[in-house]
Protein backbone atom coordinates (compact mmCIF):
# COMPACT_ATOMS: atom_id res chain seq x y z
CA UNK A 1 0.00 0.00 0.00
CA UNK A 2 1.24 3.52 -0.98
CA UNK A 3 2.10 6.15 1.16
CA UNK A 4 -0.85 8.29 -0.25
CA UNK A 5 -2.92 5.25 0.62
CA UNK A 6 -2.13 4.99 4.35
CA UNK A 7 -2.84 8.89 4.52
CA UNK A 8 -6.46 8.63 3.75
CA UNK A 9 -7.07 6.24 6.35
CA UNK A 10 -5.14 8.08 9.11
CA UNK A 11 -6.16 11.43 8.12
CA UNK A 12 -9.95 10.48 8.42
CA UNK A 13 -9.46 8.84 11.77
CA UNK A 14 -7.09 12.30 12.71
CA UNK A 15 -10.19 14.29 11.74
CA UNK A 16 -12.23 12.71 13.99
CA UNK A 17 -10.60 13.02 17.52
CA UNK A 18 -12.35 15.61 19.55
CA UNK A 19 -11.44 18.20 21.26
CA UNK A 20 -9.45 17.89 24.61
CA UNK A 21 -8.34 14.53 23.43
CA UNK A 22 -4.92 12.94 21.66
CA UNK A 23 -4.00 9.63 20.27
CA UNK A 24 0.08 8.39 20.21
CA UNK A 25 1.32 7.70 16.41
CA UNK A 26 1.08 4.28 18.05
CA UNK A 27 -2.41 4.27 18.42
CA UNK A 28 -3.45 4.92 15.11
CA UNK A 29 -1.16 2.69 13.40
CA UNK A 30 -2.68 -0.08 15.96
CA UNK A 31 -6.14 0.84 14.96
CA UNK A 32 -5.95 1.10 11.39
CA UNK A 33 -3.49 -1.79 10.77
CA UNK A 34 -1.22 -2.45 8.08
CA UNK A 35 1.52 0.38 8.94
CA UNK A 36 3.86 1.33 12.02
CA UNK A 37 4.19 4.38 14.24
CA UNK A 38 6.43 6.02 11.79
CA UNK A 39 4.40 5.92 8.73
CA UNK A 40 1.38 7.45 10.88
CA UNK A 41 4.40 10.25 11.46
CA UNK A 42 5.33 10.61 7.98
CA UNK A 43 1.35 11.50 6.82
CA UNK A 44 1.14 13.50 9.55
CA UNK A 45 4.37 15.38 8.86
CA UNK A 46 3.34 15.74 4.85
CA UNK A 47 -0.24 15.81 4.98
CA UNK A 48 -1.36 16.80 8.59
CA UNK A 49 -1.36 20.48 8.45
CA UNK A 50 -5.52 21.37 7.83
CA UNK A 51 -5.80 18.75 10.57
CA UNK A 52 -5.93 19.27 14.39
CA UNK A 53 -2.31 18.20 14.20
CA UNK A 54 -1.46 18.63 17.93
CA UNK A 55 -3.88 15.71 18.94
CA UNK A 56 -1.33 13.18 17.46
CA UNK A 57 1.51 12.97 19.30
CA UNK A 58 4.39 10.65 21.17
CA UNK A 59 3.53 8.11 23.25
CA UNK A 60 4.96 9.35 26.20
CA UNK A 61 2.44 12.91 25.80
CA UNK A 62 5.13 14.79 24.56
CA UNK A 63 3.82 17.29 21.35
CA UNK A 64 5.12 16.74 17.74
CA UNK A 65 8.79 17.60 17.28
CA UNK A 66 9.11 20.99 16.54
CA UNK A 67 5.82 22.07 16.88
CA UNK A 68 6.59 22.29 21.25
CA UNK A 69 5.04 25.64 21.77
CA UNK A 70 2.16 25.36 19.07
CA UNK A 71 1.06 22.74 20.55
CA UNK A 72 0.95 23.57 23.95
CA UNK A 73 -1.56 26.74 23.10
CA UNK A 74 -4.24 24.06 21.59
CA UNK A 75 -3.82 21.88 23.99
CA UNK A 76 -4.50 24.75 26.97
CA UNK A 77 -7.11 25.99 24.56
CA UNK A 78 -8.86 22.80 24.38
CA UNK A 79 -8.03 21.63 28.76
CA UNK A 80 -6.40 18.65 27.24
CA UNK A 81 -5.08 17.30 30.45
CA UNK A 82 -1.47 17.40 31.06
CA UNK A 83 1.08 16.58 33.50
CA UNK A 84 1.89 19.47 35.94
CA UNK A 85 -1.70 21.19 34.88
CA UNK A 86 -2.92 23.50 31.93
CA UNK A 87 -0.43 26.17 33.47
CA UNK A 88 3.48 24.25 34.20
CA UNK A 89 2.45 21.30 31.75
CA UNK A 90 4.71 20.14 29.25
CA UNK A 91 3.29 17.02 27.95
CA UNK A 92 -0.11 15.16 27.57
CA UNK A 93 -1.59 13.19 30.33
CA UNK A 94 -2.22 9.65 28.79
CA UNK A 95 -3.76 8.07 30.77
CA UNK A 96 -6.27 11.59 31.04
CA UNK A 97 -6.10 12.41 27.45
CA UNK A 98 -6.09 9.13 25.50
CA UNK A 99 -9.03 8.96 23.13
CA UNK A 100 -10.69 5.81 23.50
CA UNK A 101 -12.07 6.09 20.22
CA UNK A 102 -15.76 6.43 20.95
CA UNK A 103 -15.65 3.08 23.40
CA UNK A 104 -13.36 0.93 20.62
CA UNK A 105 -10.81 -0.80 22.56
CA UNK A 106 -7.35 1.19 23.14
CA UNK A 107 -5.07 0.59 25.67
CA UNK A 108 -4.70 3.05 28.05
CA UNK A 109 -4.50 3.51 32.02
CA UNK A 110 -4.41 0.14 34.41
CA UNK A 111 -4.96 -3.51 33.18
CA UNK A 112 -8.56 -3.90 32.99
CA UNK A 113 -9.64 -0.75 32.30
CA UNK A 114 -9.25 0.81 36.22
CA UNK A 115 -7.61 3.73 37.02
CA UNK A 116 -3.75 3.36 37.46
CA UNK A 117 -3.18 2.95 41.35
CA UNK A 118 -1.47 5.93 42.97
CA UNK A 119 2.28 5.40 43.32
CA UNK A 120 2.75 2.87 40.63
CA UNK A 121 5.12 3.51 38.40
CA UNK A 122 4.18 5.35 35.31
CA UNK A 123 6.94 5.21 32.56
CA UNK A 124 10.78 5.02 32.74
CA UNK A 125 12.79 7.18 30.62
CA UNK A 126 16.00 6.09 29.55
CA UNK A 127 18.63 8.47 27.81
CA UNK A 128 21.53 6.78 25.91
CA UNK A 129 24.03 7.94 23.49
CA UNK A 130 23.84 5.98 20.28
CA UNK A 131 19.95 4.93 19.84
CA UNK A 132 20.97 2.41 16.48
CA UNK A 133 22.58 0.32 19.36
CA UNK A 134 20.33 0.76 21.90
CA UNK A 135 16.87 0.66 20.14
CA UNK A 136 18.18 -2.74 18.84
CA UNK A 137 19.42 -4.21 22.64
CA UNK A 138 16.43 -2.59 24.48
CA UNK A 139 13.79 -3.14 21.86
CA UNK A 140 14.86 -7.19 21.96
CA UNK A 141 14.64 -6.99 25.45
CA UNK A 142 11.77 -5.42 26.33
CA UNK A 143 10.11 -7.28 23.47
CA UNK A 144 10.69 -10.46 24.79
CA UNK A 145 9.49 -9.49 28.04
CA UNK A 146 5.69 -8.93 26.54
CA UNK A 147 6.18 -4.85 25.35
CA UNK A 148 4.88 -3.74 22.21
CA UNK A 149 6.68 -0.92 20.40
CA UNK A 150 4.21 1.92 20.53
CA UNK A 151 5.89 4.74 19.11
CA UNK A 152 8.95 5.32 17.24
CA UNK A 153 10.13 8.70 16.39
CA UNK A 154 13.49 8.28 14.56
CA UNK A 155 15.84 9.27 17.73
CA UNK A 156 13.79 7.70 20.39
CA UNK A 157 11.23 4.66 21.05
CA UNK A 158 8.46 4.06 23.41
CA UNK A 159 7.57 0.69 24.63
CA UNK A 160 4.75 -0.04 26.04
CA UNK A 161 2.94 -2.75 28.76
CA UNK A 162 -0.39 -2.44 30.14
CA UNK A 163 -0.45 1.10 31.53
CA UNK A 164 3.67 0.83 31.92
CA UNK A 165 6.07 1.99 29.04
CA UNK A 166 9.68 2.87 29.08
CA UNK A 167 10.92 5.77 26.49
CA UNK A 168 14.08 4.86 25.05
CA UNK A 169 15.51 8.03 23.67
CA UNK A 170 18.72 9.34 22.16
CA UNK A 171 17.71 12.74 21.72
CA UNK A 172 19.41 16.90 21.19
CA UNK A 173 20.19 17.10 25.00
CA UNK A 174 21.75 13.74 25.98
CA UNK A 175 25.41 14.83 26.82
CA UNK A 176 27.67 12.12 24.75
CA UNK A 177 29.18 9.31 27.25
CA UNK A 178 28.77 5.73 27.95
CA UNK A 179 26.63 5.17 31.19
CA UNK A 180 28.12 4.06 34.11
CA UNK A 181 26.18 1.93 36.54
CA UNK A 182 28.57 2.47 39.69
CA UNK A 183 27.59 6.46 39.96
CA UNK A 184 25.88 7.73 41.91
CA UNK A 185 22.17 7.80 40.20
CA UNK A 186 20.23 4.67 38.77
CA UNK A 187 22.09 1.74 39.17
CA UNK A 188 19.54 -0.79 37.33
CA UNK A 189 16.44 -1.64 36.58
CA UNK A 190 14.53 -4.96 37.79
CA UNK A 191 11.91 -6.47 35.70
CA UNK A 192 10.11 -10.33 36.51
CA UNK A 193 11.17 -12.32 34.03
CA UNK A 194 9.03 -15.12 34.25
CA UNK A 195 9.89 -18.51 35.36
CA UNK A 196 13.04 -19.88 35.79
CA UNK A 197 13.24 -21.69 32.35
CA UNK A 198 11.92 -18.49 30.94
CA UNK A 199 14.36 -16.40 32.46
CA UNK A 200 17.02 -19.16 31.89
CA UNK A 201 15.96 -18.93 27.75
CA UNK A 202 16.39 -15.01 28.00
CA UNK A 203 20.30 -15.53 29.35
CA UNK A 204 20.58 -17.86 26.88
CA UNK A 205 19.91 -15.36 23.66
CA UNK A 206 20.79 -12.44 25.24
CA UNK A 207 23.82 -12.17 23.11
CA UNK A 208 21.54 -12.34 20.11
CA UNK A 209 20.10 -8.90 21.53
CA UNK A 210 23.70 -7.52 22.66
CA UNK A 211 23.16 -7.91 26.59
CA UNK A 212 25.77 -9.94 28.32
CA UNK A 213 25.78 -12.18 31.41
CA UNK A 214 27.01 -10.67 34.62
CA UNK A 215 27.63 -12.23 37.93
CA UNK A 216 28.31 -15.34 35.77
CA UNK A 217 30.49 -16.97 38.62
CA UNK A 218 27.59 -16.62 40.49
CA UNK A 219 24.66 -17.02 37.80
CA UNK A 220 21.09 -17.44 38.94
CA UNK A 221 22.20 -16.59 42.88
CA UNK A 222 24.21 -13.51 42.55
CA UNK A 223 21.74 -11.74 44.47
CA UNK A 224 21.51 -14.14 47.21
CA UNK A 225 20.72 -17.73 47.73
CA UNK A 226 16.85 -17.21 47.49
CA UNK A 227 17.06 -14.74 44.56
CA UNK A 228 16.93 -16.32 41.15
CA UNK A 229 17.74 -14.01 38.68
CA UNK A 230 19.81 -12.77 35.58
CA UNK A 231 21.83 -9.93 35.87
CA UNK A 232 22.34 -8.51 32.19
CA UNK A 233 24.45 -5.37 30.79
CA UNK A 234 23.57 -3.80 27.47
CA UNK A 235 26.49 -2.69 24.89
CA UNK A 236 26.38 0.93 26.78
CA UNK A 237 26.27 -0.08 29.84
CA UNK A 238 22.79 -0.39 31.60
CA UNK A 239 22.35 -2.70 33.68
CA UNK A 240 18.98 -5.06 34.11
CA UNK A 241 17.92 -7.34 36.31
CA UNK A 242 15.19 -10.61 35.28
CA UNK A 243 13.89 -11.74 38.35
CA UNK A 244 12.01 -15.25 38.14
CA UNK A 245 8.57 -16.09 40.12
CA UNK A 246 9.08 -18.51 42.69
CA UNK A 247 8.56 -22.32 41.89
Partial sequence: MSLEDHAERVLDLVATIPEGRVLAY???????????????????????????????????????????????????????????????????????????????????????????SRGGLHHVEIWVDDITAAGREWGWLLGRLGFRLGDDWGHGQAWELGALYVVVEAGPDVVAGRHERTRAGLNHLAFHGGSRAEVDALVEACGDGGWTLMFADRHPYAGGPQHYAAYLESGEGFEVELVATDE
Fill in 26 to 116: GDIAKRLGGMGPRTVGTVMSRYGSDLPWWRVIRSDGRPPQGLEDEALEHWRAEGTPMVGGLVEGGRADMAAARWDFGGASVPSGAPGGGAP
